[in-house]
């Protein structure tokens, strides 16, 4: 094949939309990023809504910046890929968009009379949380489905706000909706094609790819065979009877029926539209990899990396015991194994016959930001930025430093000793699975200077290592054998925080060349993949499920290939082993045990407080 070819990775994150240029062997040419714009209700906190015309908007711009900066012909672009966050976008069936919004509405309100019209603010944001009372409901049920996730569904996930949606939309509107998580939506906005991917649907959408058995807690254990991919009883008992009616259409359909299932990176339609290129600066037909997302993308641009300068080439076997940390605004850690062990599983989510476990947190870089800007003296560390051109996190760890002296502290966690944070602020993702959590800290002071500020912006660190561990402890002890952790997202360019987290966790941090880059290149993979199995069938589409089935079975763990070839070494930060960092591992895992405690402490006081009122 020409060594002239080019791939684009599109992201979707919760604030920007971007995107990136690369050649066959993942050399970063190009890359942007565009606002994207989030609608808050002004009388709900919990409504975090945005637009898919933004957003589509935001992808365009980035797509034909990449273009324009490298001077590439967008011919020489063979494939491209999408990931996104696992927000819920509504449409209609001609594609337009259907409002989701709660603007001006009470939380009483039995509906909202602008849901299900015309509107430009039709996605779900995955951190609202309006459907906690649909989340509980199907949770309260025992059925089946929520083995895979964890036993656990949480509100965040498409399902619980689906359900949401049909209770406070009008019936007739809810009935003319077609339902997309946001990656699938990209892709089918980009083709016109219908088909879903699996890592959407099985992460996020109660599907359960077929020959997966269900265990039904409500039946005693029974065990179910998956047969159409969908549970008819599920969806009859929480209330979305119609959807079984009309053979789960609105959500993609049953595979090999009405409706077509992909893996990711398979090729979805005939490639790009003729509407999509223009819109894109792209060529009509090129090809267009089944999305996954945004943490899985992460996933597929990290894990397959050689562990330091010289190490060998990984294989696919060796990923099982590779953790991926996709940090931003929140972070999701994502392992694979031959079984299903904790957190999903989901089958067939990256690879087939594969399944994928998934754990996170959901509040990370936002609870550092929030610690940071909440304080009393941050408007003073913006000011003494300003003055020495330095960042904030640089000011803070030259304060920690200076700290460290007066006090005679041997280690920034002995600097904090005293102080404790558990820091669930946005409720509690993994390992606990409960959106009920708040956060909680232990030896305030009256003290706000800015000295207080650097000693909570350390803890705030620590405690999120310290949750990092307890979901790699719960993880090893279900099955899993996790020594390593591959970071990307802009957390990864957090140094104290990777330091620390080798400490706690007492395993290597293998950190991508571009950390930012490497979910949106995890897409460009997709792209690759789709281009070089297009090649493959000589440019027959897959059309039908047939089609994919025959694929998967030929090429499915060709994308490991794809991933090896483009995946570049990573920077490795090890544990360190001198006689200081021993005094502080001893100190911090007896921080670990006051964390652990932590949990208890507050479940056992709300259940007091629950019994008092």
């Known amino acids: ?12 994150g919760t604030g920007s939309g971007r995107a990136c240029l690369v050649d066959r062997h993942g050399k970063l040419i190009a890359e942007h990023s565009a606002a994207t714009l989030t609608h808050r209700s002004p009388s709900d906190p919990r409504i975090f809504e945005q637009s898919t015309q933004n957003i589509w908007t935001s992808l365009s711009t980035c797509c034909k910046k990449i273009l ?38 009470t939380e009483e309100d039995e509906k909202d009379d602008n849901l299900g019209k015309a509107g430009e603010w039709n996605v779900i944001l995955w951190a609202d949380h309006r459907a906690e009372e649909e989340a509980e409901k199907i949770n309260a049920t025992g059925e089946g489905v929520l083995g895979f996730v964890g036993k656990t569904m949480s509100l965040e996930m498409e399902i619980p706000k689906t359900l949401w949606l049909s209770k406070h939309m009008a019936k007739d509107r809810f009935k003319d909706c077609m339902l997309f998580d946001l990656p699938d939506y990209l892709t089918y906005h980009a083709t016109t094609s219908l088909a879903r991917s699996t890592c959407s649907l099985a992460c996020k959408c ?29 969806f009859n008992k929480i209330g979305l009877d119609e959807m079984v009616k009309e053979d789960f259409e609105q959500l993609g359909g049953i595979p090999g029926k009405n409706g077509l299932v992909l893996t990711a ?44 300068e010289g190490t060998p080439k990984p294989t696919l076997e060796d990923a099982s015991a590779r953790l991926a940390a996709i940090a931003g605004t929140s972070t999701c850690h994502i392992a694979q194994s031959k079984e299903g062990i904790l957190w999903g599983p989901y089958r067939d989510a990256v690879f087939p016959g594969l399944w994928m476990n998934e754990g996170g947190q959901s509040s990370t870089g936002q609870l550092i930001d929030f610690t940071m800007q909440t304080h009393p003296a941050y408007p003073k560390l913006l000011e003494l930025s300003q003055k020495t051109s330095k960042s904030t996190f640089e000011l803070l760890g030259d304060r920690l430093e200076e700290m460290m002296k007066e006090r005679g502290a041997d280690t920034l966690t002995h600097l904090t000793k005293d102080l404790h944070f558990y820091p669930d602020l946005h409720g509690n993702r993994s390992p606990l699975a409960d959106p009920r959590m708040k956060g909680m800290i232990t030896g305030l002071t009256l003290d706000d200077t800015l000295s207080d500020l650097a000693a909570k912006f350390n803890v705030t660190l620590e405690a999120i290592a310290l949750q990092t561990r307890h979901i790699v402890d719960e993880m090893n002890a279900k099955g899993h054998q996790i020594n390593s952790i591959y970071m990307s997202g802009s957390q990864a360019k957090n140094g104290p925080l990777m330091r620390l987290l080798a400490t706690v966790l007492q395993m290597p941090i293998i950190i991508p060349p571009q950390p930012s ?22 440019g027959k589409a897959i059309i039908t499920q047939e089609d994919a089935e025959e694929a998967k079975e030929k090429e499915g763990t060709r994308l490991w290939d794809v991933m090896v070839e483009m995946t570049h070494p990573g920077k ?14 001893k100190l911090l895992d007896v921080k670990y045990k006051i964390f652990r405690e932590s949990v208890e402490v507050q479940r056992r006081w709300r259940s007091m407080v629950a019994d008092a009122i």
């Open 517 to 538: 880059a490497a979910v949106v290149l995890g897409a460009a993979m997709l792209g690759r993949y789709a281009y070089d199995l297009t090649v493959e069938r000589q």
């Open 265 to 308: 990176g398979q090729p979805v339609g005939k490639g790009l539209s003729k509407r999509a290129a223009a819109e894109l600066g792209l060529i009509e037909g090129t090809a267009v990899g089944s999305g996954v997302i945004d943490a899985y993308a992460g996933w597929i641009g990290t894990v397959a990396a050689a562990a330091g």
């Open 572 to 585: 490795r930060v090890d544990p360190r082993s001198d006689a200081e960092a021993k005094r502080e591992v």
């Open 206 to 234: 109660s599907y359960v790819p077929i020959g997966a058995t269900m265990k039904h807690e409500c039946d005693g254990g029974k065990e179910e065979v998956s047969k159409e991919g969908w549970s008819a009883r599920f």
């Open 68 to 105: 324009s900066e490298s001077g590439i012909d967008p011919a020489q672009v063979k494939g491209i890929g999408f990931d996104a966050t696992c927000s819920l976008a509504v449409v209609d069936k001609s594609g337009k968009p259907i409002s989701v919004s709660r603007t001006g509405a």
């Open 1 to 12: 094949m020409s060594e002239m070819e080019y791939y684009i990775g599109f992201d979707v």
